[in-house]
């Protein structure tokens, strides 16, 4: 397994190109924490933390396909660059104003979150001219998720390293300063550089036009809520068993899970289609909420916890890899980037919604809520199955590729020169219904 990962990364440019990826995120993965510690210190209340960290978390959901669409029209540097500077500039107008006036203070939480640079999905949408073959290509995909599970895990820890070493402003900044950096070392880089989307039909849906992309997001809103709930729900668990350090427990074996299903997923060759493996890991992902609910002790609640996270990294990566063949045809960076706002806006409905469940019916309801996330997202994929069958490959009409296939039975080739690697046919939509 490990020397599978260890030939990715030794391609020419993968390693910088996820390093850089990873440190130009810092930014997004620290923004909530770091903003409200920085409110706090400014003698703002918790309402105003949460009001700006919302803002903030808003604005990005925003931004994220609109830089997204723009750099397949424009390129990676032209915009992702330009984007973090501002970004940046964003946050320094917070620090700069603090939390008085307060519209000061919305307007750098709102300008740093709208310019957001779209680089989850823009190194995404790189991966096929970087590494040869799907395999590989599905393989880092694999990584990826692996990978953000880990940066969401440092990225508060180096908050607060930087918190106790200068205060919170500085923080802000210094987190601010290295998503730059990362940024500017993906843009600069020969592959971002020579990236060209697909030609695409010019369309005002954009990349919302694909029905299975539709059904994927709709799929992917209900496992952020249930993502969302169980960060709200650890809290309320902690608290009934009196010692708070109990809600880490849970997320750090819900994240450890994650990381350890991610990387045995991406190890294997996986035969079938994409599309119904997709099915049975949010079944299974759903299957590993559900027992949360009898809230055991912490011992055996941590264990559930752990074992809920396993395939949440491999549901996204397999996710990644349905958008890649699902999205139109110049318009891959804007799909992934949809993903990562749908989920988004699902686990702050999540969060929003948990709280007055949990003060009806304490934390099994709570995590009640996170197993009907779960369930939910498995029925939207599994009512909306039809939508995929738009793709030749997709449901009902795709050969599959695996070991065990013939030559007249496997996929078509991808020539090195697509950048989407599909050919998605989209019906019902003519070149007269453009914007």
């Not at 779209?118 to 998720?145: F, N, T």
């Not at 496992?223 to 708070?244: F, P, R």
């Not at 350090?245 to 990381?259: E, P």
Request: charged content about 10%.
């Amino acid at each position: 397994m490990a020397m599978g990962y260890a030939e990715l990364l030794r391609a020419r440019h993968a390693m910088r190109l996820l390093a850089g990826t990873l440190t130009g995120r810092l930014p997004n993965a620290t923004g909530p924490l770091a903003i409200v510690l920085f409110t706090r210190a400014e003698g703002g209340s918790y309402t105003l933390a949460g009001v700006l960290s919302a803002v903030y978390g808003l604005a990005t959901a925003v931004g994220q396909p609109m830089l997204g669409r723009l750099v397949d029209l424009h390129g990676q540097p032209r915009v992702m660059f330009p984007a973090a500077v501002f970004s940046a500039l964003g946050m320094l107008l917070l620090t700069a104003a603090g939390t008085d006036p307060v519209w000061a203070a919305a307007a750098g939480v709102l300008v740093a979150g709208v310019c957001t640079p779209p680089l989850e999905g823009g190194l995404r949408a790189l991966w096929p001219s970087v590494l040869k073959g799907p395999d590989k290509v599905h393989r880092a995909y694999a990584l990826d998720a692996v990978a953000q599970e880990v940066m969401f895990a440092v990225g508060p820890l180096l908050v607060t390293v930087f918190v106790a070493l200068w205060n919170e402003a500085a923080a802000l900044l210094v987190i601010n300063a290295l998503g730059v950096l990362g940024a500017l070392s993906v843009v600069v880089s020969p592959p971002s550089r020579a990236w060209k989307s697909a030609p695409r039909e010019p369309h005002w849906l954009g990349a919302l036009r694909s029905p299975g992309l539709l059904a994927l997001l709709a799929t992917f809103f209900f496992v952020g809520l249930a993502l969302g709930a169980v960060a709200v729900a650890s809290v309320s668990y902690a608290d009934e068993h009196g010692e708070a350090l109990i809600s880490s427990y849970l997320l750090s074996a819900l994240g450890f899970g994650a990381l350890a299903g991610g990387l045995i997923y991406g190890a294997r060759h996986w035969a079938g289609l994409p599309e119904r493996r997709l099915v049975w890991l949010v079944l299974a992902l759903a299957a590993g909420y559900m027992p949360l609910v009898l809230v055991p002790g912490v011992i055996a609640m941590t264990a559930l916890a752990g074992l809920s996270g396993v395939f949440l990294a491999p549901a996204l990566a397999c996710a990644f890899v349905v958008v890649d063949r699902h999205a139109p045809a110049g318009t891959v960076t804007e799909a992934f980037s949809w993903l990562v706002t749908t989920f988004g806006v699902g686990a702050a409905a999540g969060t929003g919604l948990v709280g007055p469940v949990i003060e009806w019916g304490g934390a099994s309801a709570g995590f009640a809520v996170v197993g009907g996330g779960g369930l939910a997202a498995f029925l939207v994929l599994l009512l909306t199955g039809r939508a995929f069958s738009a793709v030749p490959g997709g449901f009902r009409s795709a050969p599959v590729m695996g070991p065990a296939a013939g030559p007249e039975h496997a996929s078509p080739p991808v020539t090195e020169a697509e950048n989407d690697r599909n050919a998605a046919p989209e019906p019902g939509f003519r070149t007269g219904r453009q914007a």
